[in-house]
């Protein structure tokens, strides 16, 4: 599983598209994506989660991720992306007092 972050500004949003991506609004990831923007709805960032095959790496995430963005259908310009792993995150378990 991958997690992207994108970070980017919108092109000309209309009233229709302000209001999608206000009902898009979130601050989790999930394989739709969501949105959180700035007061005025012109900055965003965007966060999707991304099914990780055996083979895949961060370039297959990043472009499954641009194509979850895409599919709102909202003009925007990226400005950065970050792709993070979850196969490599360790969780360390407090162990417990005997």
């Known amino acids: 599983m991958f997690r992207v ?11 229709a598209g302000r209001a999608a991506v206000l009902a898009a609004a979130g601050t989790v990831y999930t394989e739709a994506g969501t949105f959180t923007h ?3 709805v012109t900055a965003f960032t965007f966060r999707c989660q991304v099914p990780a095959g ?3 790496g961060q370039d297959e995430a990043a472009l ?3 194509a ?3 599919a709102h259908g909202h003009p925007h ?10 196969r490599d995150i360790k969780v360390r378990r ?3 007092p005997a």
């Open 5 to 15: 972050t994108i970070r980017g500004k919108f092109r000309g949003l209309g009233d």
């Open 38 to 40: 700035d007061q005025s």
């Open 54 to 56: 055996p083979d895949d």
């Open 64 to 66: 499954g991720a641009m």
């Open 68 to 70: 979850a963005l895409e």
């Open 77 to 86: 310009e990226i400005l950065q992306l970050a792709v993070t792993d979850m």
């Open 94 to 96: 407090r162990r417990r």
